[in-house]
């Protein structure tokens, strides 16, 4: 074709294809260095328990806390239903308060609750090293989305539970299941997640410790 028409077809350029620039997923030091860098942490929890000898999963909701403090880090939650509970991990300790009572486990003297309980804390931490030493590790990235796979290593948790498996995008967890030998799962879904949340003093006090016992009733009120 010749003429003013086929000389403005022929003049127009070629379209331009612009490639998405490739995005580096996340490491596994970098993903801990991350956790390892947080003033604190909140969120909303949502536990299902899947137990075979159960038709319908327990459910538990409320809302978790942890705080680094240095080398002794604290994580707090408290379950808002179906009942009121609060567990604290501080230190050597367990502290458990509910509507039975309460209760202290010594995490020396309880080698298997010990293990259980650091895994949690270690992760919040970013410990790499007592997270190596605990379990064999998998990190599976794609972009800041990442899914964390943990299978223990040391007695006697390696009998208790098969493995864990953690996702979330950046520093925000999303998930977390927890499958135990026998094929009993708990599957833990976060939401409003607060990975930069800094504690008062007067909140240290009041979330990482068992609310007050009740007073008890007087013989005239009985």
């Known amino acids: 074709m010749t003429g003013p028409i086929g000389q403005a077809n022929a ?12 995005v580096a997923s996340i490491t596994l030091d970098q993903l801990l260095g991350q956790f390892a860098g947080m003033s604190g942490l909140q969120a909303s929890f949502r536990e299902e328990k899947h137990m075979a000898l ?8 409320g809302t978790i806390y942890f705080v680094p403090n240095g080398k002794r880090p604290r994580l ?11 567990v604290v991990i501080d230190g050597s300790a367990l502290k458990l308060a509910d509507d039975a ?7 020396d003297k309880s080698p298997a609750v010990r293990l259980f309980v ?26 800041q989305r ?5 299978k223990p290593k ?15 995008d950046g520093v925000v967890i999303a998930t977390m299941r927890v499958v135990e030998v026998g094929g009993d799962e708990a599957v833990t879904t976060f939401s409003a997640v607060d990975a930069k949340r800094k504690f008062s003093a007067e ?11 009740p007073a008890a009733a007087s013989p005239a009120a009985r």
């Not at 331009?16 to 490739?22: F, L, R």
């Not at 159960?54 to 909701?61: D, G, K, Q």
């Not at 009572?101 to 995490?107: N, Q």
């Not at 040391?154 to 979330?168: C, F, H, N, Q, T």
């Open 11 to 22: 003049a127009e350029p070629l379209p331009i294809t612009v490639a998405a620039p490739v």
């Open 54 to 61: 159960l038709a319908a999963p327990l459910v538990n909701e």
């Open 76 to 86: 707090a939650r408290h379950t808002a239903k179906p009942a009121r509970s609060v």
């Open 101 to 107: 009572g309460r209760e202290e486990i010594a995490l």
């Open 118 to 143: 650091d895994s949690f804390v270690k992760i919040f931490a970013g410990d790499r090293e007592a997270l190596t030493t605990m379990y064999a590790m998998d990190l599976q990235a794609e972009g």
């Open 146 to 150: 990442w899914t964390l796979k943990l």
């Open 154 to 168: 040391l007695a006697p948790l390696d009998k208790l539970i098969e493995r864990v498996e953690i996702a979330g």
């Open 203 to 213: 909140e240290l006090g009041s979330l990482f410790s068992l609310p007050p016992k």
